[in-house]
């Protein structure tokens, strides 16, 4: 059975750092492609960052030089490192993962974590 268990989530001051973690059972990460999605109150589901099987990355270009996707092979986790975090960063944090990437990329991973959730203050 596949879980992704997100960490890390919480209550931060606008400019501050925060750092999300996902671990994963069930799947070896280096394998797979891993992403984090997050939704904003009221809005839709949207990617954040990318990461092939290869370690290739993509972020949205609201989070661009600020946020940093890593994946730990040991701790066989995903992991969001955002910092200079602003009040529009606030949702609820998704990570996943696919054999494919575009699938990832569409909001079509096979793998989904339940969320967790970050705000922002200002």
């Known amino acids: 059975q596949v879980q992704l268990v997100e960490s890390g989530g919480g209550l931060v001051q606008a400019g501050g750092p925060l750092r999300l973690s996902c671990a994963a059972s069930?799947?070896?990460?280096?394998?797979?492609?891993l992403g984090w999605f997050r939704q904003p109150p009221g809005k839709q589901r949207e990617l954040v960052a990318g990461m092939t099987s290869g370690g290739g990355t993509m972020y949205a270009d609201s989070v661009k030089g600020r946020f940093t996707i890593s994946r730990d092979n040991a701790r066989n986790t995903v992991d969001l490192q955002m910092d200079s975090l602003k009040p529009e960063d606030t949702a609820v944090y998704y990570c996943n993962a696919d054999l494919a990437f575009p699938l990832l990329v569409a909001g079509r991973s096979r793998y989904w974590g339940q969320g967790t959730q970050v705000t922002v203050s200002s």
């Open positions: 069930g799947i070896i990460v280096r394998r797979y492609a």
